[in-house]
């Protein structure tokens, strides 16, 4: 088998031939190019050589293309700060207040200049790798978590209190889910194998487990679905503890999870063997691969491996970004086979 085989087989509940290893890596990678973040993130050559590098140097079996948290939302009006060593962050909303979603207009992302650069990217790694190597096509950020970025997340989350805007919460969330699907489709084109996407400000340390199944879930759903309709898979992404919503997930139209290792692990496997959902995991992405040493890497990748060793669902990966200065000789001990 090959990088694409394996991750296919584990994407599909067949076994591979060894688990499949994956990073999310877009730090270290433009790091160890020799690229800032700002080169990085502004031409698309430098980027796909960056993951071309570093899936080849470390024979990762495919590659987590991502820039950053902030495209889509910059792509709908929001402002974004762009730094020389540091990713692209929203720095503040569009909205001032929601009273002004009844003005919004669908916008056509593709006209975005870093959307563009996200698809262009995809595209060299689909010329160079084609079905050698796995490519998961991150697609941004999901509707809850561009929406707290169009209105920022502290008046975001003080909206969701008062039911008087729930009215227009839903519609602002509409409007986003509309933009991702866009996007899922652009990437689909561009030549991804998958999509995922984030939404870590919908988690359970951010908001309650019912404002997460009302506003959040269905849109996530939403995007999955559409990933579906375009003849890919969908991996969805949530930082910090998710414990209090895994058990939503049976039901779900989501074909992939990739939880922080906050979550209980044993929950997450206990997951996987009752659905059909693959974990992508999950290793502390800080304190072990970036701050830790090879031994520390090994054990935590060894226990991972051996819990999920009684099913196919299992990609392991970081489980979130890697820090820039992620050690190489952390990386290689988590990499070997």
């Known amino acids: 088998m090959n990088g694409f085989d394996r991750v296919h087989a584990a994407m599909n509940g067949r076994w591979p031939d060894t688990v499949p290893v994956m990073l999310h890596n877009f730090m270290p990678a433009a790091r160890e190019a020799g690229y800032s973040q700002r080169e990085f993130c502004n031409d698309p050559r430098k980027a796909a050589d960056s993951f071309i590098r570093m899936t080849e140097k470390y024979d990762l079996d495919g590659v987590v293309m991502d820039f950053n948290t902030a495209t889509i939302a910059g792509a709908l009006g929001v402002p974004v700060a762009f730094s020389e060593n540091e990713p692209a962050r929203c720095s503040k909303g569009v909205l001032k207040s929601l009273k002004e979603v009844d003005d919004l207009k669908d916008a056509d992302i593709s006209r975005d200049r870093y959307i563009q650069i996200w698809l262009e990217t995809m595209r060299l790694l689909r010329e160079h790798f084609g079905y050698e190597k796995y490519l998961r ?201």
């Open 137 to 337: 096509g991150n697609v941004d950020q999901a509707p809850f978590s561009i929406a707290s970025m169009m209105r920022t997340q502290t008046e975001w989350l003080m909206d969701l209190t008062d039911k008087e805007n729930h009215e227009r919460a839903i519609r602002l969330l509409e409007y986003c889910t509309r933009a991702s699907c866009f996007f899922v489709q652009l990437m689909t084109d561009a030549g991804a194998h998958m999509v995922s996407s984030g939404d870590s400000p919908a988690g359970p340390d951010m908001i309650s487990p019912a404002m997460y199944r009302k506003f959040a879930l269905p849109f996530e759903d939403e995007v999955a679905a559409y990933a579906h309709e375009c003849g890919i898979p969908y991996l969805l992404h949530i930082c910090g503890n998710t414990d209090a919503i895994l058990g939503g997930f049976a039901d779900r139209p989501v074909d992939a999870v990739e939880l922080d290792y906050k979550t209980d692990i044993r929950r997450i496997h206990d997951l996987v063997l009752s659905t059909d959902v693959t974990f992508w995991g999950n290793v502390d992405p800080s304190g072990i691969f970036a701050l830790g040493t090879p031994d520390e890497v090994r054990q935590e990748k060894q226990k991972l491996v051996k819990l999920f060793s009684d099913t196919p669902r299992f990609v392991l990966c970081s489980g979130c970004a890697l820090p820039s200065s992620t050690p190489e000789q952390n990386i290689r001990a988590f990499c070997e086979k």
